[in-house]
C-alpha cells in the first residue's frame, strides 16, 4: 500500500477484528477498544492520530459483505451460529 502522503509517510491503515458476540457484547466490547485508544474522552479537539470504530451488524457478515467467511465458518464449528 502506498500512503496516500509520500512526504510525511502517513496514510489510511485498517484493523480488523472479527468477534462473535451478542450485540451487548459487541457495543461493550467497542466502547473498552475506545478507551484503549483514546483514553481521555472528554478532551479539547480531535485525537491526535485520528480513528473511527464501527459495529457491524449480523445481516451485513451474513450476506458476506464484510469477508468474515473465516469468523463465520468457525462458530458453525462451534455449534454457535
Known amino acids: 500500500m502506498t500512503p ?8 489510511t491503515y485498517e484493523i480488523r477484528i472479527g468477534l462473535w ?17 483514546c483514553p481521555e474522552a ?7 492520530v485520528p480513528w473511527s470504530i464501527a459495529v457491524v451488524p449480523p445481516e451485513a457478515v451474513d450476506q458476506g459483505e464484510d469477508h468474515y467467511d473465516e469468523l463465520v ?9
Open 73 to 81: 465458518k468457525q462458530a458453525k464449528i462451534e455449534g454457535t451460529y
Open 21 to 37: 458476540a451478542s450485540q451487548e457484547q459487541a457495543f461493550e466490547i467497542q466502547e473498552r477498544l475506545s478507551r484503549a485508544l
Open 4 to 11: 496516500i502522503n509520500a512526504e510525511n509517510g502517513k496514510g
Open 42 to 48: 472528554e478532551h479539547d479537539g480531535p485525537c491526535e
